[in-house]
Nanobody, 115 residues
Framework: QVRLAESGGGLVQAGGSLRLSCAASGSIFSITTMGWYRQAPGKQRDMVAVYTRGGIIMYADSVKGRFTISRDNAKNTVYLQMNSLKSEDTAVYYC?????????WGQGTQVTVSS
């Protein structure tokens, strides 16, 4: 079993910054992909930033230049630095990873950006 623990969400004013963390634990042998998704009220869950197979990083167009994903492989932890936040970034942010063909999700952390 794999567990993902997210932290760092909260309330911030537009233009501000937040840093999310996601620590993976459990039966992790090798991580294929790991990253962040978000779901705003009434909308589908979308990719925000992900390390894909081979370590290639993908960003949603809406966050390019503002968000940065990074990772600490030794700690099985991935981070999301979010700068210049906008009201439209308000959502529940989920961490997800795939390992050995299985996909795991965290519980999510709320990010609210006030305008």
């Amino acid at each position: 079993q794999v567990r993902l623990a997210e932290s760092g969400g909260g309330l911030v004013q537009a233009g501000g910054s937040l840093r999310l963390s996601c620590a993976a634990s459990g039966s992790i042998f090798s991580i294929t992909t790991m990253g962040w998704y978000r779901q705003a009220p009434g909308k589908q869950r979308d990719m925000v930033a992900v390390y894909t197979r081979g370590g290639i990083i993908m960003y949603a167009d809406s966050v390019k230049g503002r968000f940065t994903i990074s990772r600490d492989n030794a700690k099985n932890t991935v981070y999301l630095q979010m700068n210049s936040l906008k009201s439209e970034d308000t959502a529940v942010y989920y961490c997800a990873l795939t390992t050995r063909g299985l996909e795991y999700w965290g519980q999510g952390t709320q990010v609210t950006v006030s305008s």
